[in-house]
């Protein structure tokens, strides 16, 4: 075997990488016209967001906020290409080997999407159309690579090679492009959500105070826009579904099964509800945490219709996209205002906060209750079912924790001497806040002055008047709940049942 020269081994990478585009190209196209959940991307990624233990979880959300998704799918393409690139390699130096790479990236995307939950029936065609088409874009460039027998290396036709190559790229490219355009072209999902027209809530939450807003630039809204509401899940490729194809199941340990159509949903009488929902991978100060007005139906109108056993502990509900979340009974059968929720800030839920219907428990964390896409309630115990994230070794009942952070001035920036202020957002979701206090250098604790609260189940905003002085000062904050207690200075990390500790921001006063 002769050695190839570096020449040889670039246009050897650059063939592998061709094919790998070519394939994960049309791959694409097909899953957007016959079933995008099987896009290779998607069900490659979903896989590795399954499987991910719980402090990559967190790195990955410390590292990339709300932008993990996009670094995962980055991540993905770039291990793709290298791998690619050495398949390349491979198989000009042995036939076959690189192909056999190539194929078995295929069938591994076969297999993701096969064993995703509500995998479709054509599930495996995107993987299996993904390896074929590699493969034979593989073969066929490497054989036009290979000297023609009895002709030196210098024989081969390195321009009309790079055409070849640049082509199946292009290909590759072209027809991602046009998959891209193909599902945006069937999301008629889109149009259904844009045309529907919300009930009237029969129950109408009151205004938001007028004392609400304290109105300081750089302090965060009481009300968080939809477009700037933080969007953690597991999701890669967000379930478009039809209103019309959308029911809800309620089974287990319950005296009747209840089914409801979103026709039967839109027809009951709808509850309005300012709630503030928070990720348990927040960190201390940090901004996976945003407050918005629901509308819905209560999730113990429905419960009470099915009858729950007096054994039952649990609810586990679970989303068109298979995530699950493990949601203490209580919370879903007391007075809280738990909904069903349709509508969002005064529209229908956007896409990716879980159209049409997603659930909003006041008081616990996300991964125990925010069920978005949701399909199904199981009434269970916690000793006979786990959910998603309890699986993977976080806290099974996630009660919101008492936080509060500083927002001005930030942290690391600078402000001016003289009159100014601190200020920021407290919250404890179901007790509500009774108080904020103010720590600057480690002097005394001042208390601070707290917006009027929506209620008890939203954030509320906090401002203290400072004269500041030349120099570096450290600032502390520490909430006091409306049961007394106040908020801990013991530092915790988020998992496994939510961050905890002061909030601390250093500033510069020039």
């Avoid at 996009?70 to 390349?88: C, D, K, M, R, S």
């Avoid at 998959?179 to 938001?208: C, E, F, H, M, W």
């Avoid at 949903?265 to 300012?274: R, S």
């Amino acid at each position: 075997m002769r050695e190839t020269r570096a020449g040889d081994r670039l246009r050897s990478a650059a063939a592998g990488l061709s094919a790998a585009v070519v394939g994960v190209g049309v791959a694409e196209l097909v899953a957007a016209i016959v079933e995008p959940a099987a896009s290779p991307f998607a069900v490659i990624g979903g896989g590795l967001i399954d499987l991910a233990p719980a402090w990559a979880k967190d790195t990955a959300i410390a590292l990339f906020g709300t932008g993990d998704k996009i670094a995962l799918i980055t991540g993905i393409a770039l291990v793709l290409a290298v791998v690619a690139a050495g398949a390349g390699l491979l198989e000009l130096r042995r036939s076959g080997l690189g192909a056999t790479i190539l194929g078995g990236l295929g069938a591994l995307a076969v297999v993701a999407a096969m064993i995703r939950p509500g995998a479709g029936p054509f599930a495996w065609l995107p993987g299996i159309v993904a390896g074929v088409v590699a493969v034979i874009a593989l073969r066929l460039l490497i054989r036009r690579l290979r000297p023609i027998a009895g002709i030196r290396p210098d024989g081969v036709d390195r321009r009309r090679f790079l055409v070849w190559t640049a082509g199946a790229a292009a290909v590759g490219v072209a027809t991602l492009i046009v998959g891209n355009v193909a599902r945006g072209a069937t999301r008629s999902i889109d149009a259904v959500r844009s045309a529907l027209q919300l009930p009237k809530a029969a129950s109408a939450a009151p205004p938001v105070p007028t004392g609400a807003e304290l109105d300081i630039p750089g302090l965060a809204p009481v009300v968080t826009p939809n477009t700037e509401f933080y969007r953690i899940d597991t999701a890669l490729i967000v379930p478009r579904i039809d209103p019309a194809d959308w029911s809800l199941r309620i089974h287990g340990m319950v005296d009747r099964e209840v089914v409801i159509s979103w026709d039967e949903l839109l027809a009951l009488p709808m509850q309005e509800a300012d709630v503030t929902l928070a990720c348990v991978s927040n960190t201390v100060g940090g901004d996976l945490i945003g407050n918005a007005r629901w509308l819905g139906y209560p999730v113990r109108e429905l419960l009470a219709r099915a009858g729950v056993s007096a054994d039952a502990d649990m609810v586990l509900s679970t989303s068109a996209d298979g995530f699950t979340a493990s949601t203490p009974l209580e919370a879903l059968t007391d007075d809280r205002d738990a909904l069903f929720a349709i509508g969002m800030n005064g529209e229908p839920l956007p896409m990716e906060h879980g159209f049409p219907v997603r659930m909003v428990v006041p008081g616990l964390y996300g991964y125990v209750s925010a069920t978005k896409w949701v399909t199904q309630l199981e009434v269970t115990r916690f000793d006979r079912a786990t959910a998603y994230w309890t699986t993977r070794g976080w806290s099974d009942h996630g009660p919101i924790k008492l936080q509060s952070r500083i927002d001005v001035p930030r942290g690391g920036g600078s402000v001016e001497p003289g009159e100014t202020v601190i200020a920021g957002m407290a919250w404890q979701q179901h007790v509500g806040v009774d108080g904020v206090e103010v720590r600057i250098d480690g002097g005394d604790w001042q208390r601070a002055e707290l917006a009027d609260a929506i209620s008890t189940d939203t954030w509320v905003q906090w401002r203290l008047p400072w004269t500041a002085q030349s120099g570096r000062h450290t600032l502390e904050c520490r909430a006091i709940g409306a049961d007394g207690k106040t908020q801990t200075d013991q530092p915790a990390a988020p998992a496994p049942d939510g961050a905890q500790g002061w909030h601390r921001v250093e500033v510069s006063v020039a």
